[in-house]
C-alpha cells in the first residue's frame, strides 16, 4: 500500500512538472510545438480520455446511489426511481442513436425538450432565490460591507434596466453605472483574480512537492 | 523570442515561490505561523464538535470544476479540505458525505473519503458517500440538494469551482438551517454566495482553507508565500505605473 503511494506520488510530480515545463517552453520561435509543447499534449490527451471513463465510473455511482435510495425506501425514493428510468432509457437511447436515426432524434430531443428548459427554469428560479437571500442578507448580517453590496446591486440593477415610460435613467445608466463597473469593480475583481492566481500557484507547488496528495494517500 | 521569455519569467515566478515556500516551512520551526481570525473557519471548527457530538453529519461539495481545466486550483484547495474534515469528524457516528459535478473529482473524493476512513474508522467507508450529482452546473445542483435535505447534514462546506447556481444550494441549506461555508474562485459564485451563504469566504479566503483547519506545514507556508508574492506584484504594479508616469514605458 506504501509503495502504491509512493508510485503514484513520483508519478504525479513527474507528469506535473512535464505539463508544468510544456505550458512554460511548449513552443518554439516560430510558433510551432516544441518537443515539451508535444509531450504536454500527449500527457493531456491521456488525461481526457481518462476523463472520458471516469464519466461511466460516476455515472454507476450515480445509478448506486439512487439504487439504494429506492431499495432502502429513503426519502424521495420515488424521484430516484425516475431518475433510474430516464437514465437508462437515455443510455440506451444514446447507444442505439449511432445505428437508428430516428433514436438519434429522440435522443437530440431529450436534451431540446426535456433537460434544456429544466435548466432554464432552474435559472428562473435562481433569480427569485437571489432577490430573497439579498433580502435576508441585511437581516442576518447587518454591517457597512453588506449594506454597500446591496446599494450597488440596486444602483447597477436600475442603470441596466428599461424604465416604464421613462426608458433609460440618464445619470444612473449614463455615470453612475459606467463608472462602477468599470472603475470599482474591475480594480477588486482584478484584486481577486490575482489573489486566486495566487492562491493556485501555491497550491499547484504543494501538489509538486508531493505534500497534498488527493490521487490518494493521506495529505501532509 | 517573446514567447521563450514569457517562459523564463513564469519559471522564474514558480522558482521563487517553491524556495520561499521552503524558506518558510524552515522559518516556521522556529517561529509558527499565526493567522488573523476567520469566523467563517472558526464556526466550522466548532460545528465538527457539533457533528462528533451530536451523531449528525458534513457535507462537502466540491463544485463541478474538472482537475484538467485552469480551475483545478480550487477543486484541489476543496479535496484537501474534504481529507481533513473525514479526519477531524472521525470521531462521529456518520461519515461525511462529498457530492460533485464532474466525474473525476467524483472518484477522488470517494478516494478522500475512503482514506480517512480506513485511517481512523475503518468499518465506515461507503462508497455511495462520495457522489456524482450531474454533470451540468445546473443538474449537479439539482442532485445535491438533496444530499443536504436527506441525510441528517448539520453543516455543509462548498468549496470549490461554482458558478451562480450555489445559490441554490445555499439556500437549500439555509431551509435547514444548518451552516454553510461557501468559496469559489468564481467572481459571480462570490458574488452570489456573499448574499446567500452564511459563512462566505471571499477571494483568496479559499486557498487558505487548509492553512486553518492544520492541514500541514506547506499550507501555512503557503499563505506567507502569497503574502509577498502580492506585495512583490503591488510594488512592481506601482513601479510599473511610475514609470509610464516619467514616460520611460
Given amino acids: 500500500m506504501k509503495s502504491k503511494s509512493v508510485l503514484s506520488t513520483i508519478f504525479a510530480i513527474v507528469f506535473g512538472v512535464l505539463v508544468l515545463a510544456g505550458y512554460l517552453f511548449g513552443k518554439n520561435a516560430d510558433g510551432t510545438l516544441s518537443l515539451l509543447g508535444e509531450l504536454q499534449q500527449l500527457i493531456l490527451n491521456v488525461a481526457v480520455i481518462l476523463a472520458g471513463f471516469a464519466v461511466l465510473v460516476g455515472i454507476l455511482n450515480l445509478l448506486l446511489v439512487h439504487l439504494k435510495k429506492v431499495r432502502s425506501k429513503q426519502k424521495g425514493a420515488g424521484y430516484s426511481t425516475i431518475l433510474i428510468i430516464t437514465l437508462v432509457a437515455t443510455f440506451l437511447l444514446g447507444l442505439l442513436a449511432h445505428y437508428i436515426p430516428k433514436a438519434a432524434s429522440l435522443f437530440s430531443d431529450t436534451f431540446q425538450f426535456i433537460q434544456l428548459p429544466i435548466e432554464k427554469s432552474l435559472m428562473a428560479l435562481l433569480v427569485v432565490t437571489l432577490a430573497y437571500a439579498s433580502m435576508r442578507l441585511l437581516r442576518r448580517n447587518l454591517n457597512l460591507v453588506s449594506v454597500i453590496f446591496l446599494i450597488t446591486t440596486l444602483l447597477i440593477m436600475a442603470g441596466m434596466a428599461s424604465w416604464p415610460f421613462l426608458g433609460d435613467l440618464p445619470f444612473l445608466s449614463g455615470v453612475v453605472r459606467p463608472f462602477m463597473t468599470q472603475v470599482p469593480v474591475v480594480a477588486g475583481a482584478r484584486g481577486i483574480l490575482l489573489g486566486v492566481a495566487l492562491g493556485t500557484l501555491t497550491t499547484g507547488l504543494r501538489i509538486l512537492f508531493g505534500s497534498d496528495r488527493p490521487y490518494g494517500g493521506k495529505d501532509g | 523570442m517573446t514567447g521563450i521569455l514569457q517562459g523564463l519569467v513564469g519559471l522564474g515566478i514558480i522558482l521563487l515561490s517553491a524556495v520561499l515556500m521552503v524558506g518558510v516551512v524552515a522559518w516556521q520551526r522556529k517561529s509558527p505561523a499565526s493567522f488573523r481570525e476567520i469566523p467563517a473557519f472558526t464556526r466550522l471548527r466548532n460545528s465538527v464538535g457539533r457533528i462528533v457530538e451530536g451523531g449528525t453529519r458534513l457535507h462537502v461539495s466540491l463544485g463541478h470544476g474538472a482537475l484538467t481545466s485552469p480551475q483545478s486550483g480550487a477543486t484541489l484547495a476543496g479535496l484537501v479540505l474534504l481529507g481533513r474534515m473525514v479526519e477531524l469528524t472521525s ?159
Fill in chain 2, 91 to 249: 470521531g462521529g457516528d456518520q461519515p461525511p458525505i462529498a457530492t460533485s459535478g464532474d466525474a473525476a473529482l467524483a472518484i477522488l473524493s470517494q478516494d478522500a473519503l475512503q482514506t480517512g476512513s480506513q485511517a481512523f474508522a475503518p468499518r465506515k467507508y461507503d462508497l455511495t458517500n462520495g457522489r456524482l450529482t450531474g454533470l451540468t452546473p445546473f443538474s449537479y445542483a439539482a442532485g445535491a440538494i438533496p444530499a443536504i435535505h436527506d441525510n441528517n447534514v448539520s453543516s455543509n462546506v462548498l468549496i470549490g469551482n461554482f458558478g451562480p447556481e450555489v445559490a441554490l444550494l445555499a439556500e437549500a441549506a439555509e431551509q435547514e438551517n444548518s451552516l454553510t461555508m461557501a468559496a469559489s474562485d468564481n467572481l459571480t459564485a462570490q458574488a452570489v454566495l456573499f448574499a446567500s451563504a452564511r459563512e462566505p469566504l471571499i477571494g483568496e479566503e479559499l486557498f487558505a482553507t487548509g492553512a486553518y483547519v492544520d492541514a500541514g506545514p506547506l499550507h501555512a507556508a503557503s499563505l506567507r508565500v502569497q503574502d509577498i508574492m502580492r506585495w512583490l506584484i503591488i510594488i512592481v504594479i506601482l513601479v510599473g505605473a511610475l514609470l509610464k508616469l516619467a514616460g520611460f514605458l
